[in-house]
């Protein structure tokens, strides 16, 4: 397994994870304590599996962890990507995140803050001995890449609708933009849902520049929960699908 799938499989679990705001009154689709879990395939086979959860709230920020590594055919390769994004409930940007890798022994880490007053994004790249620091502008809702997912939850969906929201990745900003095809039902082993399907531009390069657009299922209830990614990048086509899902908060008293 080369280094770029390896990156893929990351890219692909925060992926997971992905217009006039909402308006603040109206409850968040997720809460703390809620749990997915997606079985990962690279054209066609089973490579990898990918957790995101939502954790022990600290004030108003709610760390939100996405996991991946290697299965199937490729559990025998080391491979295992933390992603923690700390997400402001009450503003509904990240503050910042960290991520932790180890690629088959080789282990690498990245981290970045957000300045929302001064419109800045500190980020730092930790490669072995080789320590880089930039700080770059960004739109002040900048979101990261787990972030712009959660925030497309916190979308009221409807057929037609178009969004659009800026995400920093690495030291660059991009805008990210989003539209509502259609309802459509999808099967999972987590169960079937009614789906909007909506389809997703990047601004990824390189490796993850995608040949065609992403898509993604969000269920049509009030959680919005993904519960299917389908995209094609240069390194190869990938299907995420939701196998097991828990909500948080009140959802899971009811």
């Not at 086979?45 to 199937?72: C, H, K, L, Y």
């Not at 490729?74 to 910042?96: C, L, M, T």
């Amino acid at each position: 397994m080369t280094a770029p799938l390896t990156r893929w499989i990351a890219r692909a679990a925060v992926l997971l994870c992905l217009a006039a705001p909402a308006a603040r009154a109206e409850p968040s689709p997720f809460q703390p304590g809620e749990e997915l879990e997606y079985g990962i395939d690279f054209l066609g086979i089973r490579t990898a599996e990918g957790r995101i959860s939502v954790g022990r709230p600290e004030g108003a920020v709610w760390p939100v962890m996405a996991q991946a590594q290697t299965d199937g055919i490729a559990k025998a390769i080391d491979i295992r990507q933390h992603w923690v994004s700390y997400w402001d409930a009450e503003a509904r940007v990240p503050r910042g995140n960290d991520l932790r890798a180890v690629e088959m022994g080789y282990r690498h880490a990245d981290r970045a803050s957000f300045d929302r007053e001064r419109g800045k994004a500190t980020v730092v790249v930790q490669r072995k001995d080789r320590r880089t620091e930039d700080v770059v502008d960004v739109p002040r809702d900048a979101q990261d890449v787990a972030g712009a997912i959660l925030w497309l939850r916190h979308q009221p969906m409807e057929v037609g609708r178009h969004l659009e929201v800026p995400v920093l990745t690495g030291t660059r900003v991009f805008t990210l933009t989003a539209d509502v095809l259609g309802r459509e039902a999808v099967s999972t082993p987590a169960g079937r849902f009614e789906a909007f399907k909506v389809q997703v531009r990047t601004g990824f390069s390189g490796k993850f520049s995608t040949r065609r657009d992403t898509f993604i299922w969000f269920s049509s209830d009030a959680r919005r929960v993904p519960v299917r990614v389908s995209a094609d990048f240069a390194v190869g086509s990938i299907v995420a699908t939701l196998t097991s899902y828990r909500p948080g908060g009140e959802l899971a008293q009811r």
